[in-house]
């Protein structure tokens, strides 16, 4: 069974903290996104990474970055969090174009 | 940038009851997947289209590329059917995501 795999469920950090979010693929995947989504905003792309050492900005990539230094493992990384960054964070992978495009479960991210 | 637009944005269904949620999207598209997420965050695809229809099991998918629109049903539902419903769009390399349609089955 596919698997994408987010280290953490729920997290709590304080502000001022860097923040990282572990995403790992079982699939071979070329293709791995961080999403945020939020109520009534939906899902927004952050980043993602079409490659290993490969990086593209989304739609709202300020304040976040990201690493890939393994096709497997994709890093989203909070700097300074922000109280404004408590979200639900998602990520997914895929082959190319829409093939096997599929999200992990989620870590809820809360910024005190 | 694609603009995509759901509705209606909560539902609430007795069980048994037939259900669309519609999609509709403002330039062309390479592709369109349904996505369901559960309380508690996971996302499944359920369905990929780029034209016509798409059933499985009860959750049948239609799209029209000249309406840009889509349609999700699901006949006969049932509680566990209670999930958020997600559209999305796909444009060269960029997914576009509606803010989903939140549906609640009641035995």
């Known amino acids: 069974d596919v698997k994408v795999t987010q280290s953490s469920r729920y997290l709590v950090k304080r502000t001022g903290e860097k923040v990282f979010l572990e995403c790992v693929q079982d699939?071979?995947?070329?293709?791995m996104f961080w999403y945020r989504q939020d109520p009534g905003l939906g899902l927004r792309l952050i980043y993602f990474?079409?490659?290993?050492?490969?990086?593209e900005k989304g739609d709202i990539p300020e304040g976040y970055s990201v690493s890939r230094e393994k096709k497997e493992r994709f890093s989203l990384i909070l700097e300074s969090a922000s109280t404004n960054q408590t979200s639900m964070y998602l990520c997914a992978s895929s082959l190319w174009g829409d093939y096997g495009y599929t999200f992990g479960s989620g870590t809820r991210l809360t910024v005190v | 940038k694609n603009e995509v637009e759901q509705s209606p944005q909560n539902l609430t269904a007795q069980e048994g009851e037939f259900i669309t949620i519609n999609c509709s999207y403002s330039?062309?598209?390479?592709?369109l997947h349904w996505l369901q997420q559960h309380p508690g965050g996971g996302i499944v695809s359920l369905f990929m289209l780029s034209s016509g229809k798409k059933k499985h099991g009860r959750l049948i998918a239609t799209i029209n590329i000249q309406e840009k629109h889509s349609s999700l049903h699901i006949t006969a539902s049932h509680p566990r059917d209670s999930a958020v419903y997600i559209c999305?769009?796909?444009?060269?390399?960029?997914?576009?995501f509606g803010t989903g349609t939140s549906l609640t089955v009641i035995p």
């Open positions: 990474s079409y490659d290993v050492k490969m990086k």
């Open positions: 699939m071979d995947h070329e293709n």
């Open positions: 330039v062309g598209i390479s592709a």
């Open positions: 999305a769009t796909r444009t060269g390399n960029q997914f576009y």
